[in-house]
Structure formats: structure tokens, C-alpha cells
């Protein structure tokens, strides 16, 4: 569930239904406001909605006021052990300050920093790490790290409400991806506030991104979480920012900027699609409006599951075919397929988002793409609509047979079974089958994910 309580950092609300917020953390020493405020630039266009900036040192709280001034996006104060760089970056402007209760120097020290707050309206970032949880919760660690972690944030909110304080969210952190999971789920039951999101230390590029696609992704699926950070072994921030939208987008929490389809290509690919996506994905990244465009590595399929694509190319050997919509625009040969595309989508655009269909080349395409197509080829699309199809009919033969041992169960205390409303809903659930296309059967059989077709 979403929060129930709101925050602002900035103009920037939090929680309360508020969209996903994305934020990242500067790489740079905060003292160097050049460089800090370069990075804050370039996280911004990527589309953070706030930064974080670490402060450790009292030269870094007195960059604060500078880069504040010049940032386009709302600064978060990042301190730790310390809470006079809480109070100084609170009074620099921050718009919010992370601290973690249990390292700040005892209770007197946060409600000094709360007192702080209060005053100006800066709103908290509380929270917990798994590393450094209180010591009466390290019996409960070792047993239940979940529950200790979750206790731990509890008694963090408990002092924050008796400190007679509300602005604020709260995050758990944890470098296990189940353990992240687990204590967000049960926090989220358990107080109103707020929640930020992130796996500590995820790791690089690579498999930090992964992580944290499982571990937020899983969450955010199940509407918990109402700001993200992405932490990767990089000093390219952006990079951060930019997996956070890709998350996001994923799940249709947000939108900015294109999506891009590419099929996972298999035997049957007849051009070099690896190069092509690269740079499709490339010079999308110029475009704003959140059009869908598609690759597919061959015309054996059609333009099969891309039918919805804004736009889309499929290539054969030589020759290769643009599409809207799942109707066919035009072929062009293959070497100028990329340039060919993006001409379209600037027609479209130039058009105020109308396509611009040429009649003769889009009957010269449609002819292209039925002499590649093979309707009869079991390709990795068509499988798995006969696995979707599949999965359908066995939910529906399962509903009936449910109704069937009711029907029994029914019938063993008031007389003959009523074998009528099964078969009834034996024919509703005839009637309510996808149309699938059974692609022609042959060849010898294969098993697939537990089910048998045919592969030619
Ligand atoms: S059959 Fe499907 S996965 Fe294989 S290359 Fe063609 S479009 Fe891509």
C-alpha cells in the first residue's frame, strides 16, 4: 500500500500517492561545488527528482548555501555521527537531511536536530541499516534479522512521534535483497509514514542494477515505496538515475522518454540486431514523448507481439521493413533502417503525431513481409502465446472442475448432483478462449515448459 502520510522535500512530494519519487546520491567531495554542482546538473536531466549530498565535514555544510542556489532539484544533507552538520545544513537551506537516530549521539542530539525542523519545516530522513542496528535488538538480529530490523525502524518512528514530529520518511537498509523485501513489507503495515527504497551497497553496473530491479521491483509491484534510490559502484551517478527510470517504466509507475522493444533474437535473426538496438536506443534518448518503438530480428514472425508499437523495424538479410501500429510503412534496405525509422517518427512528430502512410509503399512492404513471413515457424512469440493460451485454459478447466466438487459436495446432502451448471461453464469457458492462431504441426514433438508442441 502507498503511504498514508505525505512529505515535501522541496517541491517534491513524497508518499500520499505521489508518484514514485527517483533520487540519487552525488559522487563528488560536496567542499567541491564545481564539480558537485556539474553532477547535480547532469543527474537532473537524467530525470532525478532529488539528490542526495554526503556532509561530512563542516566545509561541505558551508558549500551547502552554493549549491542550493544553483541546483535545479531539491538537496538532501546526508550526515552521519555528526548532528551540528545536521543543524548547519538545516540552517544552510537544506531541503531535507538524512540522519540515522542510533549514530547521532544519543536522544538529546536528535531531538536538538528535530527541534531544528521543526522550526524551519526541513523535513527528516530516518532510518536503520542492517549493519548497525541498536544493541538490545542484537539477540533479535541474530535470530530474526527481518524483525529486528523492522523493530529497530519502529522505535526510530516511536521517537520521532514522541518527539512530536511527523515530517519525515523512514528507510531500512539492507544488503540482502529477501531481507530488504521482507521489512519493507511488514513496515509498510505498520506505520503511515513514507517509505525510501534501496538495497545498500548493491554492487556495480551490472548486478546492482539486477538487484535492485528484484528487490524494489517486487515492492514497487506491490505498491510499496514512494522514493528510490539505485546505489551502483559508479561515479557516474546518472547511470543510477537512469536504471531507477527503467524500473519505474517497467512496471507503468511512471513515464519519461521511449520504450524500447527489442525481441530477444534466436536462430532465425537476419541482420546485425545487437549494433541496431544500440543505436536505436541511442538516438531515442533525443526524444521526450514516451513512444514505443520495436525491433524485431526477422520477418518470420510478422509483426506478431511489436503489433502495438508506435513504430518498429524488422529486418531480413539485405532488405528490411518499418512499421506503425502493425501496419508495414515501407521496406528499405537494411543498411538504412535506423536512419529510415527515425525519419518516420520525425514525420510523425512534424505531423503532430499523425503518421504519414504512403499508400504505394506501404502495399510494396505489406508484399516484403509476406513473402518473409512463415506462419506455420514455431518462433519464441508464438510459443509463448500458446503457453499463455494454455495457462488460460487450464485456469478455466480448473474453475470448473471447482465447481463440479462443490456441485458433489452439494449434492452428498441434498440429492442427485446437478451436472448442469458444469457443463454450462464448461461452455462458457470455451467461449471465453483467446483466439489463437494454431500455427500447422509439424515435425516431431518437443516438450515445452511442460507442455507439448510442435517445433519445426
Ligand atoms: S523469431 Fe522472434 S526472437 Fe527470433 S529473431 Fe525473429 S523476432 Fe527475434
Not at 531507477?244 to 536462430?267: D, F, N, Q, S
Request: hydrophobic fraction near 45%; proline fraction near 5%; include cysteine.
Amino acid at each position: 500500500m502507498a503511504s498514508e502520510k505525505q512529505i515535501h522535500v522541496g517541491s517534491v512530494p513524497i508518499g500520499g500517492g505521489a508518484p514514485v519519487a527517483v533520487q540519487t546520491m552525488t559522487k563528488t567531495e560536496t567542499a567541491n561545488v564545481a564539480a558537485t554542482v556539474d553532477q547535480i546538473l547532469k543527474v537532473a536531466e537524467a530525470g532525478a527528482d532529488i539528490v542526495r549530498l554526503a556532509v561530512p565535514r563542516d566545509k561541505d555544510a558551508a558549500a551547502l548555501p552554493e549549491i542550493i542556489e544553483r541546483s535545479p532539484i531539491p538537496i538532501i544533507a546526508d550526515i552521519h555521527f555528526n548532528h551540528t552538520l545536521a543543524l548547519k545544513s538545516i540552517q544552510a537551506g537544506a531541503h531535507c537531511v538524512r540522519l540515522n537516530p542510533g549514530n547521532i549521539g544519543g536522544p538529546e542530539k536528535v531531538a536538538e536536530v528535530v527541534e531544528l525542523a521543526k522550526r524551519t519545516g526541513t523535513p527528516l530522513r530516518v532510518g536503520v541499516n542492517s549493519g548497525s542496528l541498536p544493541k538490545h535488538l542484537l539477540e533479535l538480529e541474530f535470530s530474526d534479522p527481518v524483525e529486528a530490523l523492522v523493530a529497530a525502524a519502529v522505535e526510530t518512528v516511536e521517537l520521532m512521534e514522541r518527539l512530536d514530529f511527523y515530517n519525515f520518511k523512514v528507510s531500512m537498509k539492507s544488503t540482502s535483497v529477501p531481507n530488504t523485501i521482507a521489512s519493507n513489507r511488514k513496515l509498510a503495515q505498520r506505520i503511515p509514514y513514507p517509505l525510501h527504497l534501496g538495497i545498500t551497497e548493491a554492487g556495480t553496473k551490472w548486478s546492482g542494477s539486477l538487484k535492485s530491479a528484484v528487490g524494489l521491483g517486487t515492492l514497487l509491484a506491490d505498491n510499496i515505496g514512494d522514493t528510490i534510490r539505485i546505489s551502483l559502484s559508479t561515479f557516474h551517478a546518472e547511470e543510477e538515475v537512469k536504471v531507477a527510470w527503467e524500473i519505474l517504466k517497467a512496471l507503468k509507475l511512471r513515464e519519461r522518454g521511449p520504450v524500447l522493444i527489442a525481441c530477444p533474437t534466436c536462430g532465425r535473426l537476419q541482420f546485425d540486431m545487437d549494433t541496431v538496438v544500440a543505436e536505436v536506443e541511442e538516438r531515442l534518448r533525443a526524444y521526450e514523448d514516451p513512444i514505443e518503438v520495436s525491433v524485431l530480428g526477422c520477418a518470420v514472425n510478422g509483426i506478431g507481439e511489436a503489433r502495438h508499437a508506435d513504430f518498429g523495424i524488422t529486418g531480413a538479410k539485405d532488405m528490411g521493413m518499418i512499421y506503425s501500429k502493425g501496419e508495414p510503412l515501407k521496406k528499405v534496405p537494411t543498411e538504412a533502417l535506423v536512419d529510415e525509422l527515425f525519419k518516420e517518427i520525425d514525420r510523425y512528430y512534424a505531423a503532430g503525431k499523425t503518421v504519414q502512410r504512403d499508400e504505394e509503399a506501404a502495399a510494396e512492404a505489406r508484399e516484403w513481409l509476406a513473402a518473409n513471413e512463415d506462419t506455420t515457424a514455431m518462433t519464441p512469440e508464438r510459443i509463448a502465446a500458446l503457453e499463455a493460451a494454455a495457462a488460460h485454459e487450464d485456469a478455466a478447466a480448473e474453475e470448473v472442475l471447482d465447481s463440479m466438487l462443490a456441485a458433489t459436495a452439494a449434492g452428498a446432502n441434498e440429492g442427485p448432483v446437478q451436472a448442469e451448471p458444469a457443463a454450462q461453464a464448461v461452455q462458457a469457458a470455451a467461449v471465453q478462449q483467446p483466439a489463437v492462431q494454431q500455427p500447422a504441426v509439424q515435425g516431431p514433438a518437443v516438450q515445452v515448459a511442460g507442455r507439448r508442441f510442435s517445433r519445426r
